[in-house]
């Protein structure tokens, strides 16, 4: 079974610059988070998508953060303009859940990431 | 509002020791998920231990199990007999039922020495 794919896995841009990611889940997971993990600390959910919609996004900075997923599959999170304080490195995971009940796992499954660097 | 904390930054045990990572938890609802994921170096996030809320019995996955005290709102990591490829970040997490969302801890860098 395929991973969870990201690119790039490095970017460096100035600051202002703008710059995409781009996540393909493992197939048929029905949930995607995009996690922003600053060096040194915990991954900070960003956004949670159900298939295609939007489950929580209350933690994106929307003023320069955007995050789409069509047709419930693939997602690409972009950011502009950048700010100094955007470089981190930027996490996709999905899981086939909800999780509830006997037999989910609770589960998530990561990507490698993506890090970014602004300068 | 729901956190995490791991109190401990970094850590270091001997190999073939035994070693407790720690984490505390703070949440008003009861039916909720706790989870010990690993970071290796440069590597992708994974899944080491989970533990139902409403499971009374500790989770056990080879050399790792966890000490959940629901009182106390603890969730501490065991592993026994370390290994050089233990080393990695740690972070505990915390997953509401109902609305699936996780809330990660800052993490506890694990080192190995040999």
């Known amino acids: 079974e395929a991973g969870v794919a990201q690119s790039p896995r490095y970017k460096i841009i100035e600051k202002r610059q703008s710059v995409a990611f781009w996540c393909n889940p493992i197939?048929?997971?029905?949930?995607l988070y995009w996690y922003q993990q600053i060096l040194g600390q915990g991954p900070k959910l960003l956004i949670q998508?159900?298939?295609?919609?939007?489950?929580?996004d209350s933690q994106l900075p929307k003023d320069r953060f955007s995050a789409e997923r069509l047709k419930g599959v693939d997602s690409t999170l972009k950011i502009q303009p950048a700010k100094l304080e955007d470089s981190a490195v930027y996490l996709c995971?999905?899981?086939?859940?909800?999780?509830?009940?006997?037999?989910?796992?609770?589960?998530?499954?990561f990507g490698e990431g993506s890090r970014l660097t602004v300068l | 509002a729901q956190t995490v904390t791991q109190s401990q930054p970094e850590m270091s045990v001997q190999e073939a020791e035994t070693v407790t990572l720690s984490c505390t938890y703070d949440?008003?609802?009861?039916?909720?998920?706790l989870f010990w994921y690993k970071q290796p170096p440069s590597r992708q996030m994974i899944l080491v231990i989970r533990?139902?809320?409403?499971?009374?019995q500790n989770a056990t996955e080879n050399r790792f199990s966890v000490n959940f005290q629901k009182a106390a709102k603890s969730f501490s990591l065991k592993i026994s007999d370390s290994q050089l490829g233990d080393a990695a970040m740690y972070f505990c997490?915390?997953?509401?039922?109902?609305?699936?969302?996780?809330?990660f801890g800052k993490g506890t860098r694990l080192h190995i020495l040999p």
């Open positions: 995971a999905s899981s086939s859940e909800p999780f509830r009940g006997e037999g989910h796992t609770g589960e998530l499954f």
């Open positions: 998508f159900q298939n295609n919609g939007v489950v929580d």
């Open positions: 197939s048929g997971h029905a949930t």
């Open positions: 997490a915390l997953l509401m039922n109902r609305d699936d969302k996780i809330i």
């Open positions: 533990q139902e809320a409403y499971k009374q």
């Open positions: 949440t008003s609802e009861s039916d909720y998920y």
